[in-house]
């Protein structure tokens, strides 16, 4: 368990640095032109975004499965522990949202661009949030149409990221179970996205730092348990140990 912790907590931590960075130079989120680097973020927030964050963690499941290469009755619990922690990260999200109700930054300059007052906005049904945006923004040259539609479909509350959450606990999973089989690769790949999803949630107007902060931080808390499951479970999760566990049986 404290090297499963130690060995998380070093990815929650790269995970953070960007927004960390962010939130202490004071900086504010502003519409952008239209430009390649904004839709490169874009389609990577599509890939945790429903439904294709759907096909991302089939993918994802596969590749683990594949690497960790436990027997069917182990693979089966494996795949139980990783959906559950995915689930529950979710589930805390949605609670969390509903309870402290923090305005998306696009949402907030929206108000201050339009006169639209947030609360008034959030007592809205959230067909009406998105047909309002819609309205607002329909002669507006200046927001890239894709954004707009992306505002459409995310009129929730901001704090905390849920797409941070998603992102940063495959990676963390990755850092607490891939790493030990060495898996180094995979586990720089899967980082890298996390990051870029993180960063597009901010950039397009979907989130504050503090928001992917917190996503991190219960992330690893979710991880940590769901790696310590696996591990206690499931089977050991460096090769060494299986090999051990192998002779052992067969002697």
């Not at 952008?32 to 089939?58: D, F, I």
């Not at 027997?71 to 805390?92: N, S």
């Not at 505002?151 to 929730?156: A, M, P, R």
Request: aromatic share 12%; proline share 5%.
């Amino acid at each position: 368990m404290p090297d499963i912790a130690k060995r998380t907590a070093l990815g929650a931590l790269l995970l953070v640095l960007i927004p960390l960075l962010v939130w202490a130079s004071g900086w504010q989120w502003q519409p952008g032109n239209e430009t390649q680097w904004l839709r490169a973020l874009y389609w990577t927030t599509q890939t945790v975004t429903s439904p294709w964050g759907a096909l991302t963690s089939v993918a994802l499941f596969g590749w683990f499965l594949w690497c960790l290469r436990f027997r069917l009755r182990a693979t089966l619990l494996l795949a139980l522990i990783l959906a559950g922690a995915l689930l529950f990260g979710q589930g805390v999200k949605t609670l969390i949202k509903n309870q402290v109700q923090e305005s998306r930054p696009y949402v907030l300059w929206l108000e201050k661009s339009y006169h639209i007052d947030d609360s008034a906005f959030y007592a809205l049904p959230r067909k009406a949030r998105s047909a309002l945006v819609a309205q607002q923004l329909e002669n507006n040259q200046h927001v890239p149409a894709w954004l707009r539609k992306h505002w459409q479909y995310e009129t929730g509350f901001a704090f905390p990221s849920g797409h941070t959450i998603f992102a940063a606990s495959w990676a963390l999973l990755a850092v607490g179970l891939l790493w030990p089989r060495r898996r180094f690769i995979s586990v720089s790949i899967i980082m890298l996205w996390a990051t870029a999803v993180m960063s597009s949630r901010m950039v397009l107007g979907m989130h504050w730092p503090r928001d992917l902060v917190v996503g991190v931080g219960l992330s690893w808390l979710i991880i940590v348990l769901a790696c310590w499951l696996v591990q206690r479970w499931v089977g050991p999760l460096t090769p060494k140990a299986d090999e051990a566990r192998d002779i052992s049986q067969r002697s």
